[in-house]
């Protein structure tokens, strides 16, 4: 079969022939459709992440949609993070446990675009962050796949309002699209775009939320600018804050919870560290929570993707995406890891 192929840490994959998987005990043949290209993708090939270097050469992607005996599932792999291939190849092999059978009707480059990006922003507001109907919810980072994942399902959920922040004009027009009820730039809107798109060392390049604060002074300067552009945004005090990035952000958007307000940090985009203060953590006793999908178990996994799809086949839900051959997966590769991808970039792989 033909498979992309990671024979280099840290190098794009190429396009080569590898031996089609066969089932055993417990696990399934995937005639795969649709592969995504994510940041977990890049981060495990990469070879110096949390996961440790990966045995080469592997076939990456660690979730796919495709076929089983004609049934359409959606699938994750531990590739990257285990020994074994992933989804961008033309045939997978996944633990039958671990297959989600998808509604008849629906569009796989949709759903494998949507993905674990879409469990983690659904379990996120839901499960983390308890989120109920008539509450207001700021979400950071909105022009990422979480971020307008984020901004549906908050709508779904019953939210009386949906404050987005994002960081590029571009990001800021896929938030709107998805329904925010207002988007705030992530810097002052005076500052241009390709300045406040600048990166720290070290920060992917993707991130929404890159900060250009130096010192403490700066990024006080800016927690509190930001903060008040939030405040004017909302119909008084937030109740839900989804956090993708940390950092100033993060800082920032805290200020606007009422008394009892939750933060869910799903990532640090922005920064690993943030300037938010004490005080306001305390004075208005915020419940700050932490969430990560490997914390979730198989079952309710399976339950956000089966609504998800549902969502994704009905219209209700879909975040900006592009189709690309499994040929040109270098190419894809690359735009992911620069951050010139327009959305999420999904592989077609028949």
């Given at each position: 079969?033909r498979?992309a192929l990671?024979?280099?840490c840290?190098?794009?994959?190429v396009?080569a022939d590898?031996?089609?998987?066969e089932?055993?005990?417990?696990r399934?043949?995937?005639?795969?459709t649709?592969?995504?290209?994510?940041?977990?993708d890049?981060?495990?090939?990469?070879?110096?992440?949390?996961?440790?270097?990966?045995?080469?050469?592997?076939v990456?992607?660690?979730?796919?949609?495709g076929?089983?005996a004609?049934r359409?599932?959606?699938f994750?792999?531990?590739?990257?993070?285990?020994p074994g291939?992933?989804?961008?190849a033309?045939?997978?092999l996944a633990?039958?446990?671990?297959l989600?059978?998808l509604?008849a009707?629906?569009?796989?480059y949709?759903?494998a675009?949507?993905?674990l990006s879409?469990?983690?922003?659904?379990l996120?507001l839901?499960?983390?962050?308890e989120l109920r109907a008539?509450?207001q919810?700021?979400v950071?980072?909105?022009?990422?796949?979480?971020g307008?994942?984020?901004i549906q399902?908050?709508?779904l959920?019953?939210?009386?309002?949906?404050?987005?922040?994002a960081?590029?004009a571009?990001?800021?027009k896929?938030?709107?699209?998805?329904g925010a009820d207002?988007?705030?730039?992530?810097h002052?809107p005076?500052?241009?775009?390709?300045?406040?798109?600048?990166?720290?060392?070290?920060?992917p390049?993707d991130?929404?939320g890159?900060?250009?604060?130096?010192t403490?002074a700066?990024?006080a300067a800016?927690v509190?600018?930001l903060?008040?552009r939030?405040?004017?945004?909302?119909?008084g005090?937030?109740?839900?804050?989804?956090d993708?990035l940390?950092?100033?952000p993060?800082a920032?958007?805290?200020?606007?919870?009422?008394?009892?307000?939750?933060?869910v940090?799903?990532?640090s985009?922005?920064s690993e560290?943030s300037?938010?203060?004490s005080?306001?953590?305390?004075?208005r006793?915020?419940?700050i929570?932490?969430?990560t999908?490997?914390?979730?178990t198989r079952e309710?996994?399976a339950?956000?993707?089966?609504?998800?799809a549902?969502?994704?086949s009905?219209g209700r839900?879909?975040v900006?995406?592009?189709?690309?051959p499994?040929?040109?997966?270098a190419?894809?590769?690359n735009?992911?890891?620069?951050?010139?991808a327009?959305?999420?970039?999904?592989?077609?792989?028949?």
């Amino acid at each position: 079969m033909r498979a992309a192929l990671i024979e280099t840490c840290a190098r794009p994959p190429v396009v080569a022939d590898r031996p089609a998987p066969e089932p055993g005990p417990g696990r399934e043949v995937v005639r795969v459709t649709a592969a995504p290209v994510t940041p977990l993708d890049l981060l495990c090939a990469g070879g110096a992440s949390y996961f440790g270097v990966p045995a080469l050469p592997y076939v990456p992607g660690v979730q796919g949609v495709g076929t089983v005996a004609g049934r359409p599932v959606w699938f994750p792999t531990s590739a990257g993070m285990a020994p074994g291939d992933g989804s961008m190849a033309e045939a997978a092999l996944a633990r039958t446990d671990d297959l989600v059978e998808l509604p008849a009707g629906a569009d796989p480059y949709a759903v494998a675009a949507l993905g674990l990006s879409a469990v983690a922003a659904y379990l996120a507001l839901t499960w983390r962050g308890e989120l109920r109907a008539g509450e207001q919810v700021i979400v950071l980072g909105a022009g990422g796949v979480v971020g307008q994942a984020a901004i549906q399902l908050a709508r779904l959920a019953g939210a009386r309002r949906v404050i987005a922040v994002a960081r590029s004009a571009a990001a800021r027009k896929r938030a709107h699209h998805a329904g925010a009820d207002a988007v705030v730039p992530i810097h002052h809107p005076d500052t241009p775009d390709e300045t406040a798109g600048a990166s720290l060392p070290g920060t992917p390049a993707d991130a929404e939320g890159a900060s250009l604060a130096r010192t403490p002074a700066d990024a006080a300067a800016e927690v509190a600018e930001l903060a008040a552009r939030l405040l004017d945004a909302c119909d008084g005090p937030a109740d839900l804050v989804l956090d993708p990035l940390f950092g100033v952000p993060a800082a920032a958007a805290a200020r606007t919870l009422r008394d009892g307000g939750r933060l869910v940090n799903l990532g640090s985009s922005a920064s690993e560290t943030s300037p938010l203060d004490s005080s306001t953590i305390r004075s208005r006793s915020l419940r700050i929570l932490g969430y990560t999908n490997n914390s979730v178990t198989r079952e309710q996994r399976a339950a956000a993707i089966t609504y998800i799809a549902e969502q994704s086949s009905t219209g209700r839900l879909a975040v900006t995406h592009e189709v690309m051959p499994l040929a040109e997966v270098a190419e894809a590769w690359n735009r992911q890891a620069n951050g010139t991808a327009n959305g999420r970039i999904v592989l077609r792989t028949t």
